[in-house]
């Protein structure tokens, strides 16, 4: 009989210890809850475009986004008040020190190749440029328009950024190792729409811009912004052989990292389970995530299969 009352105390703890750990927390999953987001602006149209669909998916999970330049989206991973960002770059080494001295975990998939769009007025007549030159213009040795190669207009050079510290200028500053901007004519626009305008009022403005702000040719935002602007083609020589060696931040030119201002599109989570943000990775790593990242005119890592059926008029 003692063991038979020792036995149900025993059970009756097993009870309690599994109940309470199943609804303790209330742990999202990757079908319901909500979590925090954080991205770079440049990205907002794609984000908004793969949380949406998830939301669709599944109505009890949701997604609060906060749009900010990239290294306070980074600093809000770190400080574990985002559960997931997207970013151009992986965590540097001090940054996942921070992670393992908070005994947290962190994983990155990356997921596309986007491009840094360079735009300018419509009635700006120059709409070539070649990455020396760009070189040049961010180092200050090239001020007008008419120093460029085949330059056909004249007047200072204004370059357009969204905000300090997001993905747009420090990826040009990176890429070209510019130490010192203090010199140069640059505005912060407050974000890529605003770029976008900017450029649009100002024929001797040179803006930069996420492409998937324009690249949405279903989308009639996308349509309505590429209004009034002409997306300028990039070569990597400074002689270019010919107009194809040109190349825009589309599709086309992002295969194969043709045009020379790609950058990686990564995202990165501190989830120490399989919750939401799992949930959001897979789903943009399987098929129906790449054919919407396919759609923003980004190039997926997993890219949507496509089916053809080929008539040939003959029987085989």
């Given at each position: 009989?003692?063991?038979?009352?020792?036995?149900?105390?025993?059970?009756?703890?097993?009870?309690?210890?599994?109940?309470?750990?199943?609804?303790?927390?209330?742990?999202?999953n990757?079908?319901?809850?909500t979590i925090t987001v954080a991205s770079d602006e440049s990205f907002k149209p794609l984000v908004n475009a793969l949380t949406n669909a998830y939301e669709g998916i599944y109505p009890?999970?949701?997604?609060?986004?906060?749009?900010?330049?990239?290294?306070?989206?980074?600093?809000?991973?770190?400080?574990?008040s985002a559960r997931i960002i997207f970013s151009t770059r992986q965590l540097n080494e001090k940054e996942l020190e921070i992670i393992r001295k908070q005994k947290g975990t962190q994983k990155f998939q990356?997921?596309?190749?986007?491009?840094?769009?360079?735009v300018i007025s419509r009635t700006n007549s120059d709409s070539l440029i070649t990455i020396p030159e760009l070189k040049l213009i961010l180092e200050g040795k090239v001020t007008d328009w008419s120093q460029l190669r085949g330059g056909n207009?004249?007047?200072?050079?204004?370059?357009?950024?969204?905000?300090?510290?997001?993905?747009n200028l420090n990826y040009v500053l990176n890429k070209f190792q510019i130490k010192d901007i203090q010199k140069l004519r640059i505005i912060s626009a407050g974000s890529n729409e605003s770029?976008?305008?900017?450029?649009?009022?100002?024929?001797?403005h040179l803006g930069f811009i996420g492409v998937s702000w324009i690249s949405d040719g279903h989308s009639l935002a996308?349509?309505?912004?590429?209004?009034?602007?002409?997306?300028?083609?990039?070569?990597?020589?400074?002689?270019?052989?010919?107009?194809?060696?040109?190349?825009?931040?589309?599709?086309?030119?992002?295969?194969?990292?043709?045009?020379?201002?790609?950058?990686?599109?990564?995202?990165?989570s501190r989830e120490g389970y399989s919750g939401l943000g799992g949930g959001l990775?897979?789903?943009?790593?399987?098929?129906?995530?790449?054919?919407?990242?396919?759609?923003?005119?980004?190039?997926?890592?997993?890219?949507?299969?496509?089916?053809?059926?080929?008539?040939?008029?003959?029987?085989?």
């Open positions: 009989m003692k063991f038979s009352l020792v036995s149900f105390l025993f059970f009756i703890y097993l009870l309690g210890f599994f109940g309470c750990t199943s609804t303790s927390g209330n742990l999202d990757p079908r319901q809850g009890n999970a949701h997604f609060k986004i906060d749009y900010k330049p990239e290294q306070e989206a980074i600093r809000q991973l770190l400080q574990d990356h997921i596309a190749t986007d491009g840094l769009a360079l207009q004249k007047g200072l050079i204004t370059l357009v950024f969204d905000q300090a510290n997001a993905s770029v976008i305008k900017d450029v649009r009022d100002n024929p001797l996308s349509e309505e912004l590429s209004k009034g602007i002409h997306v300028l083609g990039v070569a990597q020589k400074a002689d270019p052989a010919a107009l194809s060696d040109y190349i825009q931040p589309f599709q086309g030119g992002l295969e194969f990292k043709r045009y020379p201002l790609f950058r990686d599109l990564y995202i990165i990775m897979t789903y943009i790593a399987r098929d129906v995530g790449g054919l919407i990242i396919q759609k923003m005119g980004l190039l997926p890592t997993v890219p949507y299969p496509r089916e053809l059926e080929i008539t040939t008029g003959q029987n085989f």
